[in-house]
């Protein structure tokens, strides 16, 4: 079967089955976490309470990542698939059951949120390096990851979208049971896939697969700066949700639909940023777009503590979701193209723990923010917070790309040196496409 280059990996039968099913849970996930964020304001009129159950969803990521990627390296990553999958269908059952008889309160918001945070956690690593054993031919893996980030992000403008319309025409629990429901799709394509044989489980110990895991990623310097670095636009650049509710109702006078739409705009942005990912041919360049997205979102969030026109909002919220996008899945190509691939899974653990982990810490940060300073400035030191890892991301860039070139060399992605010190010409070609 052939594919446009753009779609080069889904000639894989394994992750055309995932993407499709997988594709319609994200509308469900999204969906209901618009449901959620809408909820939970009207139940409490305040930004940091909305914080607070935000941050119950993300924090397992801070502390159980490593565990989950130590695992992940171990155990059968498609059975792991399938349970968490199906605790996650569970949850979104119960919610809707509570909300739906009328017994939900701000507090068991906040327990279901924990678990699912707890749930997701196993969910994104696992996820993450799975994508090696559906897309088994090694030229593939960077379209499918960009595929992947494209799929959660057209997820997450029709998502929202739908949410809002259910919103006003019906009520959160819908939302809710629609989300459960589309957990079936996922968990049928999961069953229907061919793998090569069992994957092999090691017997090594856990304590000394956290401790082989935590000593790589924080040795190697472009391994370790792409976390870092990740991680500070999860914290300052992603919390931006949190002030969402609040920005609709105070700065644009807007309801439910409004809140949507700005959330479908940022989706919009980060689609077309997903799109852009997946037509590159290599990952050759990818530093010199993370800090250019990184300095578009540092930029975007200035700008969202002045704006007051719905459309210039939706516009900010577009250039916000595209500099998020290139940010993540650039980010992830690279830590999967130069990870070994038996430390893969922990690797990408890291990955989840600087992208889920630090986000509840910015959301709950960034709800404090907002209560005492109120929401203009907030946005303010965010935005200036970015843009500063940006500024230290670009005067460390020549040297990081020194170091990630004999990899790229084992690859075949660069030919070898023409000596042993790297010329300007040739250090340039690692940031150029």
């Known amino acids: 079967m052939n594919f446009h280059p753009l779609l080069c990996s889904l000639a894989h039968r394994n992750f055309r089955l995932y993407f499709s099913g997988q594709g319609i849970s994200l509308i469900g996930t999204w969906m209901q976490q618009v449901a959620m964020s809408w909820l939970v304001y009207q139940m409490t009129k305040s930004s940091l309470q909305l914080s607070v159950v935000l941050f119950g969803n993300q924090i397992p990521a801070l502390f159980l990542s490593p ?25 979104a059952l119960v919610l809707a059951l509570l909300t739906w008889t009328g017994r939900i309160d701000v507090w068991q918001l906040l327990l279901l949120s924990l678990f699912l945070g707890i749930v997701n956690t196993f969910d994104m690593t696992t996820r993450q390096a799975f994508l090696s054993e559906m897309v088994t031919r090694p030229a593939d893996l960077g379209n499918a990851i960009a595929l992947n980030s494209m799929m959660v992000h057209v997820a997450r403008l029709l998502g929202p979208m739908l949410a809002g319309i259910l919103l006003a025409q019906t009520s959160a629990e819908v939302c809710f049971l629609l989300n459960g429901l589309s957990y079936l799709a996922v968990l049928l394509a999961l069953r229907a896939m061919r793998l090569e044989g069992p994957r092999r489980e090691r017997s090594t110990p856990l304590w000394q697969g956290l401790r082989e895991g935590f000593r790589y990623v924080s040795s190697f310097a472009p391994i370790r700066t792409l976390l870092l670095l990740l991680a500070l636009a999860s914290m300052a650049g992603t919390s931006y949700t949190v002030l969402l509710p609040e920005l609709t109702v105070r700065q644009l006078d807007g309801d439910a639909q409004t809140l949507a739409f700005l959330m479908a705009a940022a989706g919009l942005g980060a689609l077309t940023g997903a799109l852009f990912l997946a037509s590159r041919k290599s990952v050759l360049g990818l530093e010199r777009w993370i ?55 922990r690797v990408m653990s890291f990955y989840t723990m600087a992208f889920l982990g630090m986000a509840p810490l910015g959301s709950l940060l960034t709800g404090m923010l907002a209560t005492w300073l109120g929401l203009p400035l907030t946005c303010l030191i965010n935005g200036l917070l ?19 070139r004999p990899i790229y060399v084992r690859l075949n992605l660069l030919p070898p040196l023409t000596s042993g010190i790297a010329t300007a010409s040739e250090l340039e070609t690692v940031t150029k496409e």
Request: hydrophobic letters at 65%; charged letters at 10%; aromatic letters at 6%.
């Open 386 to 404: 970015c843009l500063a890892g940006a500024a230290l991301f670009g005067f460390s860039l020549p040297h990081l790309c020194v170091l990630v």
């Open 67 to 91: 565990v989950a990627g130590a695992l992940v390296d171990r155990w059968n990553r498609h059975r792991m698939l399938l349970l968490t999958q199906t605790l996650a269908m569970v949850q």
């Open 291 to 345: 800090l250019l997205a990184l300095t578009l979102l540092g930029g975007s969030l200035l700008t969202l503590a002045v704006v007051a026109d719905f459309l210039l909002a939706l516009l900010v919220l577009f250039l916000i979701g595209l500099g998020i996008m290139v940010e993540l899945a650039a980010s992830n190509t690279l830590l999967q193209t130069i990870a070994a691939e038996d430390k893969r899974g």
